[in-house]
């Protein structure tokens, strides 16, 4: 049985893993940090809270759909870069370093109306950032994984991001939020308690993201970046002939590359807008809203492992058609049940949390498993690419379907139509869901399922 560098076995597989694994692995419970707190359950509630003014949460949506835009621009540039010069791990580090950085300064975002765009754009920013970082992160997953043990280690990591979640909030809600006089003494005057979250969250990124920089290090022959830099046209020039040329061997999966790219930016605005969604319409505490998340993070966490052994067994794409349908369903649930109450939401929001992480780790593993050899770096570049060109399809959604909710409902206040913003992530799901159906794993792939399975 041979093993790679950094000491995966990528014979028939083992079911232990080995450090490389958990050290990947680890990045994804540092990103709980970005992911659960900032972006979910903790800043983009107090960001949209009354203190930042009216129509802020339809604010949210844009600003995070201009930072679709934007990655789609330069995730070509960047993915290349880091591609040509054989160094995806130092541009995992530097990407990572910014999220940090960025995840630090929004403690100068105190609750004023005028800084309701100071703490939007440092959100966005972080976004762009943090999605490049996860272009080089998922392009590693051939180091540590092999055919065998592909579900299983994506899944694993999707899980520990989720776990990681639990323990992040856990810490936030019972040292900052939920007390009158948290940890160092801070309160909750002038957003205080929030602020210094971020301070931690910051550290949380940085100490989670050091033990996958300093295990997969670039191995030198792969170092020294003598090709040439090129820019944004360039780039994409590149981009559209590397779709035409797998057009060509393969428009499998070129077919699936588009399919994910809709589905999972559905995917990402159901965590994103749920803590939103959960304050605004249905009438979650700040606190309410921590411990929602805890409970959400423990329920995915569990369901992304459990479906990890699934995918290895039964094939991914089973996984990503189930996950969306439920997703679907659920979604359309909490609209049309939303005068339910929180009852609703907690049964419905927890449902899908329970099938966001098994379709987002099915993703990752239905293209590992039908790359051709030895492109992996350049397909997982295309993978990231052609999602981020979409992102800001589900922000972008669930804005205009709160600006036409307040017009059908001649609501005197977009937020008091806060709850149509549903139907534009269940918009967008749906129509990956339609664009999966068709989209065969191949009979290579297949087989490499069949084989695990037995």
């Given at each position: ?18 450090w ?49 835009v ?15 010069s054989?160094?995806?791990?130092r ?13 630090a300064?929004?403690?100068l ?10 703490g ?42 989720y ?17 009158e ?10 957003g ?8 931690f ?22 170092a020294?970046?003598r ?13 559209f ?28 605005g159901?965590?994103t807008f ?9 009438g979650?505490?700040?606190g309410?809203?921590?411990v929602?998340?805890?409970?959400a ?26 996950s969306?349908?439920a997703?679907?369903?659920?979604g359309?649930?909490?609209f ?61 959604a669930f804005?205009?379907?709160i ?25 967008v ?26």
């Amino acid at each position: 049985m041979s093993r790679t560098a950094t000491g995966t076995a990528t014979g028939t597989g083992s079911r232990r893993f080995g450090w490389p694994v958990w050290a990947w692995g680890l990045w994804d419970w540092g990103s709980a940090a970005f992911n659960a707190v900032i972006t979910t359950f903790v800043f983009s509630v107090y960001i949209t809270s009354d203190s930042f003014g009216p129509e802020a949460d339809t604010s949210l949506g844009w600003a995070l759909a201009g930072a679709g835009v934007l990655v789609a621009v330069l995730a070509p540039v960047s993915g290349q870069r880091a591609d040509r010069s054989g160094r995806p791990t130092r541009w995992l580090g530097l990407n990572t370093l910014v999220v940090v950085v960025l995840s630090a300064a929004l403690f100068l975002v105190e609750p004023r109306e005028d800084l309701l765009w100071l703490g939007l754009l440092l959100l966005a920013a972080g976004n762009v950032f943090f999605e490049l970082a996860s272009v080089n992160y998922n392009a590693l997953l051939h180091r540590v994984a092999t055919p065998a043990t592909v579900g299983r280690v994506s899944g694993l990591g999707w899980g520990m991001g989720y776990l990681g979640g639990i323990v992040l909030l856990l810490v936030v809600y019972l040292g900052l939020i939920s007390p009158e006089v948290g940890l160092f003494g801070v309160t909750d005057a002038d957003g205080l308690d929030v602020r210094v979250t971020m301070l931690f969250c910051a550290g949380w990124t940085l100490l989670f993201s050091l033990p996958v920089l300093l295990t997969l290090r670039d191995a030198p022959q792969e170092a020294p970046g003598r090709a040439p830099r090129v820019g944004v046209l360039e780039s994409y020039r590149r981009l559209f002939a590397s779709v035409r040329d797998l057009w060509r061997e393969d428009p499998r999966l070129v077919r699936f590359l588009g399919a994910s790219a809709v589905f999972r930016d559905g995917l990402a605005g159901v965590f994103t807008f749920g803590g939103v969604l959960a304050a605004g319409t249905f009438g979650f505490s700040d606190g309410d809203v921590i411990v929602f998340g805890i409970a959400a993070n423990v329920v995915a966490g569990i369901s992304t492992i459990a479906a990890g052994w699934l995918d290895d067994r039964l094939g991914p794409k089973r996984v990503i058609v189930g996950s969306l349908v439920a997703l679907v369903v659920s979604g359309t649930a909490v609209f049309v049940l939303h005068d339910g109450g929180r009852g609703v939401f907690w049964g419905f929001g927890l449902l899908l949390s329970a099938f966001v992480g098994p379709a987002q780790s099915a993703s990752r593993t239905f293209l590992a498993r039908i790359i051709p050899a030895g492109r992996e770096g350049q397909v997982f570049g295309l993978y990231a690419t052609t999602g981020r060109a979409v992102s800001f399809l589900a922000p972008a959604a669930f804005s205009v379907s709160i600006l036409a909710g307040a017009a059908l409902t001649d609501a005197a206040r977009t937020d008091d139509a806060q709850y149509f913003g549903v139907l534009g992530v269940v918009a967008v799901l749906l129509l990956g869901l339609v664009l999966m159906l068709p989209v065969h794993a191949g009979p290579a792939a297949e087989e490499r399922t069949s084989r695990t399975a037995g």
